[in-house]
């Protein structure tokens, strides 16, 4: 059982910047893959970005690629999203989660995921 705590959440201005944290409980959070999604309110819960265990790969949804960077501390057991360049339609609840697989674009595959934390944009 891997547990997973998102931080970092608030209230940017547009063009702004915040950074995600999620922080494991397992030890062994290093050999799991992981993936930030989010989902806004009436939306489907979308891929943001990803990384391996390794945090040699890394994969972006098209519309946070050249403005958000995902990377890892294994030994803090934490991944990081840097959120620049915020944008309104950014705005949403994000999520954690892990997988003992690849990193994957779509929800199902993930066995484990945080609470969340919003983000809210606004001028």
């Known amino acids: 059982q891997v547990l997973l705590a998102e931080s970092g959440g608030g209230l940017a201005h547009p063009g702004g910047s915040l950074r995600l944290s999620c922080v494991a409980s397992?030890?062994?959070?290093?050999?799991?893959?992981v993936g930030w999604f989010r989902q806004a309110p009436g939306k489907e819960r979308e891929f943001v970005a990803g990384?391996?265990?390794?945090?040699?790969?890394?994969n972006y949804a098209d519309s946070v690629k050249g403005r958000f960077i995902i990377s890892r501390d294994n030994t803090k057991k934490t991944v990081y999203l840097q959120m620049n360049s915020l944008k309104p339609e950014d705005a949403a609840v994000y999520y954690c989660?892990?997988?003992?697989?690849?990193?994957?674009?779509?929800?199902?595959?993930?066995?484990?995921w945080g609470q969340g934390t919003q983000v809210t944009v606004s001028s």
């Open positions: 989660a892990a997988t003992a697989g690849w990193v994957r674009t779509v929800p199902t595959p993930y066995d484990y």
């Open positions: 397992e030890r062994t959070f290093w050999s799991y893959s």
């Open positions: 990384i391996s265990s390794t945090g040699l790969n890394t």
